[in-house]
């Protein structure tokens, strides 16, 4: 057993993704030039908002004295479906699939679940409106609900049907704003869609007060930390290359004035050169295939 007699919280999977495209954005950052540059620094400052935003549920979820395990960054692939879960939290009634939110500037919610995003520089407000963390923790639900659906035996069915088990019961998304300085008005949304969406800071009370409220079968210690488990054994590594874009960009960006690399052809055979030739002189030999 992992627990001790304690029952602390248990971090059985820490490390992120996003530490690891930070560094790799960072070297990139060095040899980049003008507006590739530009770009991968705000990149860069976006990563590092997210992991303070993560950084931030960690330390709730650490000193919460509930006993739990905590999974960060969890991907997961089922059929045609993929999932990219920023934090599952086993509890002994409820497992709590967690969208963190590190957004700068202030959020509204429509009554239709809709999310804009209001920012203020030199006293001119802007509005966007952003993709929903809602809509994207309610597909890591239904990934999950259909990988348990799919994975339950003819017997097990039998009995889920006999017990009255259901999926959502035991499960519930929520999206975390982990930004202490957003101000998120949602008077116009729906109590559904206000009971989604929190502060980094009510995280605890929310889960205390869903395990409360729910009617869920409390598993016993080793139940909880086999569930887990089941977890990390879902979990996969991330194929998807999030910096090979500003990669591209930086090999085919002059290193010396920030100018194009354009394929030229010269008497030794195909080479790259600056796209500012003849103010930039600067070549590279075109790797051989």
């Known amino acids: 057993m992992i627990f001790g007699k304690e029952k602390e919280p248990v971090i059985l999977k820490e490390n992120s993704t996003a530490e690891e495209q930070l560094i790799a954005l960072m070297e990139l950052s060095v040899m980049a030039k003008g507006k590739v540059k530009e770009d991968i620094e705000q990149e860069i400052r976006n990563i590092k908002a997210g992991i303070a935003g993560e950084e931030n549920i960690i330390f709730e979820l650490k000193n919460s004295h509930i006993p739990m395990y905590i999974l960060r960054d969890i991907y997961i692939e089922y059929e045609d479906y993929k999932a990219q879960i920023d934090f599952i939290v086993v509890t002994k009634k409820l497992t709590f699939i967690i969208e963190c939110k590190n957004l700068y500037g202030n959020i509204e919610i429509d009554n239709k679940g809709g999310f804009t995003r209001i920012t203020e520089f030199d006293g001119k407000k802007k509005r966007e409106g952003i993709y929903s963390p809602i809509t994207q923790n309610e597909r890591h639900i239904a990934l999950l609900r259909k990988r348990n659906r799919d994975m339950m035996n003819p017997v097990s069915r039998v009995l889920a049907k006999l017990t ?126």
Do not use: W
């Open 164 to 289: 009255g088990y259901n999926f959502d019961d035991y499960h519930k998304a929520v999206v975390v704003i982990a930004n202490p300085k957003t101000v998120v008005n949602d008077k116009f949304a729906t109590k559904d869609v206000k009971d989604k969406v929190i502060r980094a800071d009510q995280l605890i009370e929310y889960i205390n007060a869903a395990n409360a409220k729910s009617k869920a079968v409390v598993s016993n210690d080793r139940e909880m930390e086999d569930f887990a488990k089941m977890f990390i054994d879902m979990n996969k590594t991330n194929p998807t290359d999030y910096v090979k874009k500003y990669r591209d960009q930086v090999e085919a960006t002059c290193p010396e004035c920030g100018g194009e690399l354009v394929l030229r052809s010269g008497k030794f055979g195909e080479f790259y050169g600056c796209s500012n030739y003849p103010q930039c002189k600067y070549t590279r030999n075109k790797p051989k295939e």
